[in-house]
Every structure is written in structure tokens, then in C-alpha cells.
T-cell receptor, first 109, second 113 residues
Framework: RKEVEQDPGPFNVPEGATVAFNCTYS??????FFWYRQDCRKEPKLLMS???SGNEDGRFTAQLNRASQYISLLIRDSKLSDSATYLC??????????FGAGTRLFVKA | IAGITQAPTSQILAAGRRMTLRCTQD?????MYWYRQDLGLGLRLIHY???????GKGEVPDGYSVSRANTDDFPLTLASAVPSQTSVYFC????????????FGPGTRLTVL
């Protein structure tokens, strides 16, 4: 089992739709989690951090389920500009961080 | 400079040649990282440094070396490039350890022929 697994997608959704991605992790000791966004051929940028049960920022909601070892990202009212790859990130202790391979999202008009 | 810069933006390199990828940050972050990103594999940590003067190995360190002479600079060297090192390389930094937000440079696209 990979340390961090994501559904690669792609998810193709219309504007205004709600879409959710899941990410599973294997290290039960991990305490903090992140979602990064990566646009095509660009660097990853922090979208949200998740330190407890969840976090909400506008249209974006991240939730953590420690018992089942997964985190989710919910995007409401999708915009064309949300089209990107979303990376699930799990620090594993010290200075080592595991990045998921990413989930691709395409939002269409 | 604002954030992290990397140079070169892209490079085509003959196998066997030596290459140094440069990374500079102006945020006075203690920790710096080098990742490679390959299609379908996500970012993989090559080397990291938790403070000037110290470095550590990541997930895929073979064929690469780093140094951290000061806070701002963290160069990555390929002593003798091989085609399997063709990838996009990202440098990142964070205030503290891996549980802190990481800020990435724009990346270097390296092709080894």
C-alpha cells in the first residue's frame, strides 16, 4: 500500500457543481495534513491545512477522519479557475513529507 | 527577490555531464527541500536541510548531492547525469520542519539525453 493514495481522476464537472476528492494515508502517527493545488507546469501552492477534524475556507472544505485514515477535499460551486491538480500532503515526522500523486480536476462551462 | 527562485528554468544535458541546479530563498526559512516530480508519481523528496550546515537524505537521494553553506542557498548537484534523472525539479522551503507549510520555487525542467 502506498503511503498516500489519491484517485488520479480526472474529474470532469460543470461549473457550479460540487466535487469531492479523497486521500488515504498509512502513517497513523501523522498529525497534520495539507491540500496543495498545482496548475499545469507550475509549482504546488498551499490550498488548505488540516490539523484537527476539518477546515473550511470559502467554497473549500477539508475533513479529516483519523479512524479511517483519510482526508477529503470538498469544492462547492466549482469555477473554471478551479481546474488544476490537487495534491494530498502528509508529513511523516521530522522533515519528510509524502505527496500524493494528485487528483486532476477539469471544470467546464 | 520574493520567495524562492530556481535556475535554470530548463536544461538539456548530455548523459555523464555534471549539473548544478540553483535554489535561493529570501524568506529566512530554516528548512529547505529538493523534490523531483515525475508523471504519475507525485513529488518525491531527494534531499533536505533543516538549517544551514546540515543536510539529510530523502526518499530518492542516489545520484544527487546538496550543500547548505548559508540560510538562503540550497544547490542540488548531479555529479554524472543519467537519463532516469530527466524530471521536473522543485526546490521548497519552510520555517520549520515538514509539518510546516512549504513554499515552492517555479521548478527546473531537466532533460538528460
Amino acid at each position: 500500500r502506498k503511503e498516500v493514495e489519491q484517485d488520479p481522476g480526472p474529474f470532469n464537472v460543470p461549473e457550479g457543481a460540487t466535487v469531492a476528492f479523497n486521500c488515504t494515508y498509512s502513517n497513523s502517527a501523522s498529525q497534520s495534513f495539507f491540500w496543495y493545488r498545482q496548475d499545469c507546469r507550475k509549482e504546488p501552492k498551499l490550498l488548505m491545512s488540516v490539523y484537527s477534524s476539518g477546515n473550511e475556507d470559502g467554497r473549500f472544505t477539508a475533513q479529516l477522519n483519523r479512524a479511517s485514515q483519510y482526508i477529503s477535499l470538498l469544492i462547492r460551486d466549482s469555477k473554471l479557475s478551479d481546474s488544476a491538480t490537487y495534491l494530498c500532503v502528509v508529513p511523516t515526522g521530522g522533515f519528510k513529507t509524502i505527496f500524493g500523486a494528485g487528483t486532476r480536476l477539469f471544470v467546464k462551462a | 527577490i520574493a520567495g524562492i527562485t530556481q535556475a535554470p528554468t530548463s536544461q538539456i544535458l548530455a548523459a555523464g555531464r555534471r549539473m548544478t541546479l540553483r535554489c535561493t530563498q529570501d524568506m529566512r526559512h530554516n528548512a529547505m527541500y529538493w523534490y523531483r516530480q515525475d508523471l504519475g508519481l507525485g513529488l518525491r523528496l531527494i534531499h533536505y536541510s533543516n538549517t544551514a550546515g546540515t543536510t539529510g537524505k530523502g526518499e530518492v537521494p542516489d545520484g544527487y548531492s546538496v550543500s547548505r553553506a548559508n540560510t538562503d542557498d540550497f544547490p542540488l548537484t548531479l555529479a554524472s547525469a543519467v537519463p532516469s534523472q530527466t524530471s521536473v525539479y522543485f526546490c521548497a522551503s519552510s520555517k520549520a520542519g515538514g509539518a510546516d507549510t512549504q513554499y515552492f520555487g517555479p521548478g527546473t525542467r531537466l532533460t538528460v539525453l
